[in-house]
């Protein structure tokens, strides 16, 4: 895919999304901490200041899209039906706001191996991670009348976001069909306690990801 085309599957490229594909460009070519905000702001034609209407700090530009993300889940969680169950509105949810496709993988490996390699970069990780859950753990602790930060909120969250994290890990190795198909996989077992029967199930459909996705 060219890096400096729109993500396929996702709407048009913003400002922001052509700064991202830059950035990431100049961090893989020459170095994370090589690349200042300048150099970013000359390829993509830009000022300094406007750079810093998008992003906070250049290392916040690998996580623009991961933001804007939670915010999604956030949104349509907060749209759910009082009457769906829990887990699987927060399966719907996730599956809702994610639009990778298997064209995708080569700038997320990209973008993970720099996250992975630059430890201000993978300190970062937490904060993001940490938002991700919590949006999960907010809606639970509403649905369940607890707090987010109670036994049961707080488990659906982090488990939720390890069920996905599985999901990314073994979709970005093989790179054979949407993200959609693993994380729907994922969290319909975790929704399930891991039932023998759910795995098999499961298991099958993504190994089957190229015949279609599993049916709501």
């Not at 905000?37 to 916040?60: L, N, P």
């Not at 699987?88 to 992975?116: G, T």
């Amino acid at each position: 895919m060219p890096e400096t085309s729109p993500r396929r599957g996702r709407p048009p490229g913003t400002s922001a999304r052509s700064l991202e594909v830059i950035a990431l460009r100049l961090f893989t070519e020459r170095g994370f901490h090589e690349t200042t905000v300048d150099q970013i702001a000359a390829a993509a034609g830009v000022s300094r200041r406007t750079f810093f209407r998008y992003f906070d700090a250049k290392s916040e530009v690998l996580w623009s899209a991961f933001d804007a993300e939670v915010e999604s889940i956030r949104t349509t969680l907060a749209q759910t039906p009082a009457g769906l169950p829990v887990m699987e509105a927060v399966r719907r949810a996730v599956i809702a706001v994610n639009h990778y496709r298997a064209d995708d993988v080569p700038e997320l490996r990209m973008r993970m191996q720099l996250i992975s390699s630059v430890p201000e970069l993978a300190a970062s990780a937490t904060v993001h991670y940490d938002a991700w859950e919590r949006a999960i753990a907010e809606f639970v602790g509403r649905r369940s009348a607890q707090p987010a930060d109670s036994l049961y909120p707080l488990a659906a969250g982090r488990t939720t976001l390890a069920a996905c994290r599985a999901a990314y890990e073994q979709w970005s190795v093989r790179a054979d069909a949407d993200l959609t198909h693993y994380l729907d996989a994922a969290l319909r077992a975790l929704a399930a306690g891991f039932r023998d029967d759910i795995l098999s199930v499961t298991s099958s459909a993504v190994e089957g990801t190229t015949h279609g996705r599993i049916d709501d």
